[in-house]
């Protein structure tokens, strides 16, 4: 299984991007797709969470900002994030938990994409 994210970018304080990571290969079904984000020496921490039956959480300091959403048929899950702020640049990671077939549940990171918030 693979995972391969794109969307990230350089964007002004105010500005919006929509992170996308799409999942491919030995896939029966997924639960949980999730974006963390880390930043160089620091912890990765949860930004948002999005399990099968569409039930979405989010750290604090994202809320009323991002939005998780997921398409299941596309096994994608997207991140858009309005009124980004510098402190939201860090490098962000999708996070997949996958029926592999015949092998069972396991935990997947995609490669990280890189988000820069310039004020």
């Known amino acids: 299984v693979q995972l391969q994210a794109s969307g990230g970018g350089l964007v002004q304080a105010g500005g919006s991007l929509r992170l996308s990571c799409a999942a491919s290969?030995?896939?029966?079904?997924?639960?949980?797709m999730g974006w963390y984000r880390q930043v160089p020496g620091k912890q990765r921490d949860l930004v948002a969470t999005?399990?099968?039956?569409?039930?979405?959480n989010y750290a604090d300091s994202v809320k009323g900002r991002f939005t998780i959403s997921r398409d299941s048929a596309k096994n994608t899950v997207y991140l858009q994030m309005n009124s980004l702020k510098p402190e939201d640049t860090a490098v962000y990671y999708c996070?997949?938990?996958?029926?592999?077939?015949?092998?069972?549940?396991?935990?997947?990171w995609g490669q990280g994409t890189q988000v820069t918030v310039s004020s």
């Open positions: 996070n997949v938990d996958v029926m592999v077939r015949y092998t069972g549940w396991q935990n997947f």
């Open positions: 290969g030995s896939i029966h079904a997924i639960n949980f």
């Open positions: 999005i399990n099968s039956a569409g039930s979405t």
